[in-house]
């Protein structure tokens, strides 16, 4: 049972190019989450979505976009790297979103803006 | 608005002592309640969670946390460390009467568990 998958899972960038996160789930969960870490900030929610067709701004969005074509996949795009998209990022899911659910988090994509 | 704070970025422990991280929350009603341990190269993994029911909560791997609303804290302890639980250790907090998203992450606890 695989979970929640990212890839990849190292990057560097230079400034302004541009990549995709991929994330997938075979749980069949409806919710999925895209969050970044940094160091000694914890997580912070960027974009999440509540099944397919529909994804919502979570705190931090600015200058990423998201995507849910299908319930598995929810890829996360960086347009223009900047140093400050320098982070570690999780995607997550959770089958209802429930508040007092429990997150299925992937391994992570740690990412350097150069 | 609620918050988390994790009293200590770092915790060094002696194998076989006693863990003991701190969590402390601001809710305007008792929320729900979580611990989130991240081992290297990892992704987070639910320890445990407080939803109401029992205040003493017991989680995997002989963790537990105690809900104690005057304190508004949630520590996480272990009798014993073992050289495995050298991980990141998030708790979270989520309102219960708001909506999935809310979920707030604190800034983590490095635990390193010295031989």
């Known amino acids: 049972n695989a979970g929640v998958t990212q890839t990849p899972k190292f990057r560097i960038l230079k400034i302004g190019q541009s990549m995709t996160l991929q994330c997938t789930q075979d749980?069949?969960?409806?919710?999925m989450y895209w969050y970044r870490q940094d160091p000694g900030m914890g997580l912070k929610l960027i974009y999440y979505s509540v099944g397919a067709g529909i994804t919502d701004k979570g705190e931090v969005p600015n200058g990423y976009n998201v995507s849910r074509s299908t319930t598995e996949d929810f890829p996360l795009r960086l347009e223009l790297a900047a140093p400050s998209q320098t982070s570690v990022y999780f995607c997550a899911s959770s089958y209802q979103g429930n508040p007092n659910e429990k997150l299925f988090f992937g391994s992570g994509t740690q990412l350097s803006v150069l | 608005a609620q918050s988390v704070t994790q009293l200590g970025s770092h915790v060094s422990v002696s194998e076989g002592a006693l863990v003991l991280l701190r969590c402390n929350y601001s809710?305007?009603?008792?929320?729900?309640l979580f611990w989130y341990v991240q081992y290297p190269n990892q992704g987070l993994q639910l320890l445990l969670k407080y939803t109401s029911a029992a205040t003493l909560v017991k989680g995997i791997n002989g963790f537990e946390a105690e809900f104690k609303k005057s304190e508004t804290s949630f520590h996480l302890t272990k009798p014993s460390a073992h050289m495995s639980d050298a991980a990141e250790y998030f708790c979270?907090?989520?309102?219960?009467?708001?909506?999935?998203?809310?979920?707030?992450f604190g800034p983590g606890t490095s635990l390193s568990v010295i031989p």
């Open positions: 749980m069949n969960h409806n919710y």
């Open positions: 979270a907090v989520s309102d219960r009467q708001t909506s999935y998203d809310k979920v707030i």
């Open positions: 809710s305007s009603v008792p929320p729900y």
